[in-house]
């Protein structure tokens, strides 16, 4: 569902576009060849596709265009999506790119920039890349910073994601955990079906007893008439 509806925004910018060539006719050839893919869950043949398309976007859509930005976003979150599945995937050029036009265009707090520094880390973390280790930290440090002092659904994400990620202390990644919960839950209510995911996964910090002791505290906001 995330990604039709990734399609179906940049969908939209395309179909503002006036310009008509050859470069733009095989880009929207393909793009109908991608949307397919998606609708038929072919993820992996989806990736690749969309990949050796950011050439041609690159030709069509100048730097500061947001049909750019977007299309990238798209390419980044499908290769995000499955660089658990397949190391290979891992191209951090690209996520670096894609995070760089979506800060370029929609800012640095924006949903699209956090976006683009959760997918960088998930391809960091999950790809086959050289001074794996320095290259995470060193995307923590620029993902923090750019979700300092804000609080919003994608900021919520990505610290959840933080603790679910290595290269931190266990302490460290609990602290994450319990940001994200909380976020949340100032955002979304605490008896949303995120916030009491992210407070039961929070557990798994906690011994067992402690776990045990916690979730059961949660058990009322299961049964909360809000959800």
Known sequence: MKFVMLLSAFFYSVALAETVDSDRLAFNAKYE?????LEKRERKQAVELGVNMIKLAESIYDESSPQLADFYSLVNALVANEIMFNGRLGDVDLARRSLSLNTLIYGEGSKQAIQGHAALLKIIFYGWI???QSAFKKARRSALSAVKDIQTKEAADLYVLL???GFSTKGLRKKYADIGADMYSEV?????YEALQARVGATRFLSMSKQISEIKKLMPLFQSDER
């Not at 060849?33 to 893919?37: D, M, Y």
């Not at 979304?188 to 949303?192: D, I």
């Open 33 to 37: 060849e991608l949307r397919s893919l």
């Open 188 to 192: 979304l209510g605490e008896s949303s």
């Open 163 to 165: 603790s679910s990620l």
């Open 130 to 132: 050289e001074d794996k």
